[in-house]
């Protein structure tokens, strides 16, 4: 594990910031207005897709407490207008989302519904993984990115141990194309009170099977980059025509259980794999990417991997999701894998 | 049912067209163009998600015979560039798909993939509501929209006849916010050879209890409109902030089991609901309407219904599908049920 400073900082309308850099951090908070938090979510039960649906009418009024030619994800500036982060320097920094779909403490939830409800508990939180405006996953520097590997290690760790959670999942949605406007580089991390229908299926399956040990020996038309211990490859059942996952050869349940070289490698392989997407068409390459590591409970077979869905079809042309794959479930793919695999083995 | 003409024709490259009519249909075919098919659809098996995904990798190099000028679901005339229809009139239009996802004699899929392979067996019809150039569910006149319900219903029992065919599904993606770039009012219709997983989660739903019918005596805070019948209606527990249901207050397995009288309630109340969706903010609003009847064998428990999913948020803002709905299959709504259904009563 690399040496770093962190420090933990408690913001003036009650959220949590912890700043994370390999060099001291020692400078004063700056003032900080106090915003009010919407109001709180809740959680109903869709009874014919049995799954949990989150209320947070709060997000409607979504806004920024700055002004937009300041970025709220850029460090504070004596004197200029406040951001998220009041303070002049760190190197990756993670703080409450303050528009949460989960929160630690939810009021209970609302009454005389038709259907069942639940406490919208849990943890939303911002990972911004750099100080610099511009940049990504790619541009980071090789100790930057292995800090911010060593970021999501100790957030998974925090948040598993909070009381209710059950299912962690860092992400980041990259790109106006999935719906992103702020382009300062950064990521969230949702804590669930439930294991999401997604990854309750995931978890069936590698129950029945070791579905990507079973896997990995027969994708050399499918690889896309390796590192020592891991491998990226566009699976051969890709629901999106540059879906990219990238996986450790072994079976581990989350980063938490890797090796510092495993740590290394799997920093190193990630920003590969953004790299290849950004050379794909020479500027950068929208995409949402999702780590899924073994719900609560189920560590002794769920292998973790990074599962990245690029929503273009082409340069030009952009992947919707519509009727089939929203209303049925069943996604229809105009590339084939073999293809697209070779396309982004090429690309670097 | 009303009385109506019908006519089928072999296109030159071997797709069926139907024409519709309320009145004779007695013009020529004009001549048409001969165009190849592309490469055949397959399915593979995506062995954590547990579902089939289609491969139609021909769809990339999707073109429209008709230059951008000329719409290729209006009629043909004489002397001008051929459309998909080589007739100058009729009133509904069903023809197969020029790349289709699924086809009625598929070839074989490739052999030695990693993935458990599938026939792409089926077929992806599109059906052309109306001969005008724009307009919408809600622009056709009553007599227009209960032929075409007729059609819909008629439809699903040809493909519900084809061997091997196991669920059918009409849809319309509607609107540049859900790709559509085809601004002449139509939808699809896809015949799958297994049961999707959304419909396999519902079916399972409606076997273990009937969940419609439990939920109709406490929609009054969710209505939206009705017909004798039908309930229009904001699912309490709705996945997009403005969708909407529309079902009849009896158990029917689909459509066609509706009498002449509920035929003519489905067609006007659908035709309400676009009416009030384009009311809300005085333009088409975007959205992917489903239609979601019996999979083959479950007609017995399983109760028809319609959802609409717009991808609006507010007037101006879209919601995106992004990493906790995409990667985790959980979905965050900015705005309560009971809210948006009192706007879309409010809105006629």
Redesign the interface.
């Known amino acids: 594990m690399p040496a770093f400073y962190k420090r933990h900082h408690r913001k003036a309308d009650g959220r949590e910031l912890i700043l994370y850099s390999l060099s001291p951090l020692t400078a004063e908070a700056l003032p900080e207005p106090l915003e009010a938090f919407g109001p709180a979510p809740h959680l ?14 709060h ?2 009024e979504r806004t920024f407490l700055p002004p937009k030619e300041h970025c709220p994800l850029c460090p504070s500036r004596e004197g200029s207008f406040p951001t998220e982060i009041p303070f002049p320097e760190f190197q990756v920094a993670v703080f409450e989302n303050r528009f949460p ?1 989960l929160v630690p403490g939810p009021p209970p939830p609302p009454e005389g ?3 069942a409800v639940g406490e919208a508990l849990g943890r939303c939180e911002v990972v911004v993984y750099t100080m610099a405006h511009t940049g990504s996953l790619a541009a980071l520097s090789e100790e930057e990115r292995l800090l911010l590997a060593w970021v999501w290690r100790e957030r998974y760790q925090a948040l598993y141990a909070m009381e209710g959670v059950r ?1 962690v ?1 860092p ?3 990259r790109g106006e194309a ?3 406007t702020l382009h300062h580089p950064h990521g ?1 991390i ?1 804590a ?1 009170p439930f294991v ?4 309750e ?2 978890s ?3 129950r029945e ?1 070791a ?1 990507l040990l079973d ?1 990995f020996p ?2 050399d038309p499918y690889a896309v980059d390796q590192e020592e211990g891991f491998l990226a490859f566009v ?5 999106y025509p540059f879906e990219v996952w990238v996986a450790p050869r072994e079976r581990h349940p989350g980063p938490w259980t890797f090796s510092e070289g495993e740590m290394a490698a799997f920093a190193r392989l990630l920003g590969r794999v953004v790299a290849r997407y950004d050379a794909l068409y020479g500027e950068p390459f929208p995409y ?3 780590f ?1 590591a073994a719900p609560l409970g189920e560590e002794g077979t769920f292998h973790f991997h990074v ?1 990245f ?1 690029p929503p273009r ?2 340069r030009d042309k ?1 992947k ?5 794959e ?11 894998p073999e ?1 697209t695999a070779r396309l982004l083995r090429e690309a670097l």
Chains 1, 2 share one sequence.
């Open positions: 109903r039960y869709h009874p014919l897709r049995r799954e949990w649906v989150v209320y947070a009418a997000r409607q779909s519904l038709p259907v299912f999942m992400f980041e949605n999935v719906g992103v969230q949702y669930y999401p229908p997604v990854l299926r995931e069936q399956a590698f099977g579905v896997l027969h994708l699976p051969p059942f890709a629901r949402v990417m999702v899924h599962e869905y079809r082409t952009l919707f999701l519509a009727g089939t929203l209303g049925a479930g069943t996604f229809v793919v105009d590339a084939l293809e």
